[in-house]
């Protein structure tokens, strides 16, 4: 140990070789920019870590070799995983929908109709996933609204996500909306903190 570094205090010692460790550029990865803001905020509070938040549609060139790490949603990694050729760099996390949300889809009459609308097939395929979890009864879906020769007269309910980025006046069209938002889950959200701190080793992210 240096001469000066026997002088100072344990704990100042400390401070400085901590400075001296370059924090890690982590992105966050979302496909559309209400998501993408929203989610990246609940990271950021949740987990005391800094990411920098980006689309997916972005993942190109410098954009992915710049980030020591890419954190997404797990239903997202399949596609971030296209972007970049490698799984080395990516980190999933599981955002779960709202449970006020889980509770109006599971209180919906069975004798309703519901049509199920998201932007791709993927997306269609996550949303039924779920829907059918809680209602048992008829469920339609959509990849484009509003659609040509497609009524919502016999339809009650519309489920659909922030992705769809549907207008106020297309859900004007039917009695009940249920807007999917997602929130993160806690045990995934320690995870995350702990496989920073410790593939990086600095006291930057602190643990209470």
């Known amino acids: 140990m240096c001469s000066i570094c026997r002088l100072l205090p344990i704990s100042a010692v400390e401070l400085s070789l901590n400075n001296t460790i370059q924090n890690p550029k982590i992105a966050f990865a979302e496909c559309n920019k209400f998501d993408l803001s929203r989610m990246s905020k609940i990271l950021n509070n949740s987990t ?68 199920v609308i998201a932007p791709t097939d993927r997306g269609v395929e996550r949303m039924l996933s779920l829907v059918r979890q809680y209602f048992p009864g008829k469920i339609l879906s959509l990849k484009k609204f509003p659609k040509n020769n497609f009524s919502f007269t016999d339809n009650d309910v519309v489920i659909t996500n922030r992705a769809a980025a549907l207008k106020e006046e297309d859900l004007n069209q039917v009695k009940n909306t249920i807007m999917v938002d997602w929130e993160l889950d806690s045990e995934s959200a320690e995870n995350f903190r702990l496989q920073i701190k410790k593939q990086f080793k600095s006291n930057y992210f602190s643990i209470n």
């Not at 596609?79 to 449970?99: H, Q, W």
């Open 48 to 115: 005391g870590i800094e990411v920098n938040p980006i689309l997916i549609d972005d993942l190109i060139g410098d954009n992915i070799k710049k980030w020591d790490l890419i954190s997404t949603p797990i239903f997202h990694i399949s596609e971030v995983y296209e972007k970049t050729g490698s799984s080395e760099k990516i980190v999933g996390l599981n955002f779960i929908p709202k449970s006020e949300v889980l509770n109006k889809i599971a209180l919906l009459d069975k004798s309703k109709t519901v049509t």
